[in-house]
């Protein structure tokens, strides 16, 4: 069963504090991505990978970095989280970089930052 | 930059009646590919229809869609609204290195 996981689905955490949102794909994808979804926004690419240690900057990428040590594996990772960035956060992936015949999303982590 | 524009946040539609969404685009790509994705309550987004080819209607679940790249819009059109499909929906347009580019989406809301 093809699937994305996202961990932890809900997060709660103090301005400051550092956070780390994990994602797996079951589906050796070679792209992922991560976006934050806030109303009136949509969807936002905050960072893309190719591939393992092969990431670029998406539209907002600033207050993130991210890490692919494993294909299957894709972190988002905030430093010192501030308040703005309270969200909910989609990681996803496709097959390559040139099929994106459709984008196979997570449930999403909905964060909170207090 | 590219961009991608839904005009209507909220669109409330009876149960039956036909329903429209509207997605406009600007783009600097000469290969486009435009995607209507629909994200339940509590749900993922999920792709609901694919088009690349200009003037071509493509079609899926009810739903309609027909790339029109001399007027940049890519509508989401259905005859009969069901109360199933209250969601949100997303245009987005891929041009290139894999980029997925979203509109603001739209929230459907079909009523009894």
């Known amino acids: 069963d093809m699937k994305v996981t996202q961990m932890p689905r809900y997060l709660i955490k103090r301005m400051g504090e550092n956070v780390l949102l994990e994602c797996g794909q079951d589906?050796?994808?070679?792209?992922m991505y991560w976006y934050r979804q806030d109303p009136g926004l949509g969807l936002q690419l905050i960072y893309i990978?190719?591939?393992?240690?092969?990431?670029s900057e998406g539209d907002i990428p600033k207050g993130y970095r991210v890490s692919r040590k494993k294909r299957e594996h894709f972190s988002l990772i905030l430093d010192s989280a501030k308040t703005n960035q309270t969200s909910v956060y989609f990681c996803?992936?496709?097959?390559?970089?040139?099929?994106?015949?459709?984008?196979?999303f997570g449930h999403g982590t909905k964060l909170s930052v207090l | 930059g590219d961009s991608v524009t839904q005009t209507e946040g909220l669109v409330t539609v009876t149960e039956g009646l036909p329903v429209k969404l509207n997605c406009t685009y600007q783009?600097?790509?000469?290969?486009?590919?435009f995607f209507w994705y629909v994200q339940y309550l509590n749900e993922a987004p999920q792709v609901l229809l694919k088009?690349?080819?200009?003037?071509k209607r493509t079609e899926h679940q009810g739903f309609h869609a027909t790339l029109h790249k001399s007027s940049s819009s890519f509508h989401l059109q259905k005859s009969s609204a069901q109360l199933s499909d209250s969601a949100l929906y997303y245009c987005?347009?891929?041009?290139?290195?894999?980029?997925?580019?979203f509109g603001e989406g739209t929230k459907l809301t079909v009523s009894s």
């Open positions: 990978s190719y591939d393992v240690d092969s990431n």
């Open positions: 987005a347009l891929e041009g290139g290195s894999a980029k997925l580019i």
């Open positions: 088009s690349s080819t200009d003037n």
């Open positions: 996803a992936s496709s097959l390559s970089l040139f099929s994106n015949e459709r984008l196979f």
């Open positions: 589906m050796s994808h070679e792209t």
């Open positions: 783009t600097t790509y000469l290969t486009i590919a």
